[in-house]
């Protein structure tokens, strides 16, 4: 996009998120439009050692002549862009949007010929979730993943504090389309500290080992277990019975 609106929009944007700005660059297209097979890719990329690039949106750098609907003119511009990710390890992220139909496989919301989604790697769907426009929730979606397992759906939210991690979000990618909504996992922290509070509500006092042996049993891990008792510190007691480190409930929690 034109340096002047990546300036204005989306510079601020990022220092909003909390980026250092310090190590994100542009390529000026003022005088030039970039497109997938401009030769100023790769050399931006291996002059500033860049990690990360981000095309937005796919539409505007496929070059004025391409269809985007057509798989023999899409495909020498993905592999073009995969061989230059390939030559200097960088990751590149296009950004492109959903069409408008209702009712359809979500593979076929992307817009374009379908060799765009088959040529990737990852595909990520980001959407609003529309009944939960008061906290402005959105949630990242893994719709496709060639290296690695997929994963469970993650939200964030966008406020006058940046950019806020939620967690893991419960929701199908046909509910996230269609504007429904869903429900936040809860993480395992959050069981943790969870379980604590109730074991030691009903049993009083508890060796520490046992304690933490019940949160195995949840599938908990010992250092998810130690943060949630770091977490609640201030309502825990420990002490000593029979050579044994116990930990109970202070009495006013």
Not at 133 to 162: C, H, M, T, W
Not at 166 to 177: A, C, F, K, Q, T
Request: net charge neutral; hydrophobic share 40%; with cysteine.
């Amino acid at each position: 996009m034109p340096l002047s609106v990546s300036f204005y929009t989306i510079k601020p944007r990022l220092a909003k998120c909390g980026a250092d700005m310090t190590r994100v660059r542009f390529i000026n297209e003022e005088e030039k439009q970039l497109s997938m097979t401009d030769e100023r890719i790769e050399k931006a990329i291996r002059q500033n050692d860049v990690r990360l690039m981000i095309m937005d949106p796919i539409q505007a750098y496929l070059g004025a002549n391409v269809d985007m609907n057509r798989a023999n003119e899409i495909r020498p511009l993905f592999r073009n862009l995969s061989n230059i990710a390939e030559r200097t390890g960088c990751a590149i992220v296009l950004i492109g949007h959903l069409n408008k139909a209702s009712g359809v496989q979500s593979d076929y919301r992307t817009l374009g010929s379908v060799d765009i989604a088959a040529a990737v790697r990852s595909i990520l769907f980001v959407e609003k979730v529309e009944k939960e426009k008061s906290q402005d929730i959105r949630v990242v979606y893994q719709q496709k993943d060639s290296l690695a397992k997929k994963e469970n759906p993650v939200a964030f939210s966008l406020s006058d504090e940046g950019l806020i991690w939620m967690g893991e979000y419960d929701i199908s990618i046909d509910d996230l389309l269609a504007g429904n909504t869903g429900t936040k996992k809860e993480t395992k922290l959050e069981k943790a500290k969870k379980l604590i509070l109730e074991l030691l509500g009903k049993r009083k006092m508890m060796c520490l080992e046992e304690l933490e042996a019940e949160l195995q049993a949840y599938e908990i891990s010992a250092r998810t277990g130690r943060d949630a008792r770091k977490d609640l510190e201030d309502q825990l007691i420990y002490g000593w019975y029979q050579s044994r480190k116990t930990i109970s409930l202070k009495k006013d929690s």
